[in-house]
């Protein structure tokens, strides 16, 4: 039997969290301001977008290292990203890997 689903509103806060976090690695936040071409005035009004913050999560999924560190910061269950991602716009697409 497989967990329950995260509702919209969870994932979206979930993301928020996620991005906070990644804010205060300096070498983290850079990577992914590299990767989605956001400068970090950005930071703030994106992170209000559902598609931005589903932009957040897979950042996250894609380092399992930073995945584990944010998963114990936060004392959440390391598989509640990933859940929370399908929750967020494209979140239902398949994974190929």
Same mark, same amino acid.
């Not at 919209?8 to 969290?17: H, S, Y």
């Not at 999560?57 to 584990?68: Q, R, S």
């Given at each position: ?8 509103? !969870?994932? !979206? /806060? %979930? $993301?928020?969290?996620?991005? @906070?976090?990644? @804010?205060?690695? /300096? ?6 301001? $590299?990767? =989605? ?9 994106? $992170?209000?977008?559902? &598609?931005? %913050?589903?932009?957040? %999560?897979?950042? %996250?999924? $894609?380092? &399992? =290292?930073?995945?584990? @560190?944010?998963?114990? /910061? ?9 859940? @929370?991602?399908? /929750? ?8 190929? =890997?």
């Amino acid at each position: 039997m497989g967990a329950d689903p995260v509702g919209r509103p !969870e994932a !979206e /806060a %979930l $993301a928020v969290q996620a991005l @906070a976090w990644m @804010a205060g690695d /300096a070498e983290l936040i850079g990577r992914f301001l $590299a990767s =989605t071409g956001a400068g970090p005035g950005d930071l703030r009004v994106r $992170a209000a977008d559902p &598609e931005f %913050l589903g932009f957040v %999560l897979d950042f %996250l999924l $894609a380092d &399992e =290292t930073a995945l584990i @560190a944010f998963a114990a /910061a936060k004392n959440i269950r390391p598989e509640l990203p990933m859940r @929370a991602r399908a /929750a967020l716009p494209g979140g239902d697409l398949p994974h190929w =890997t």
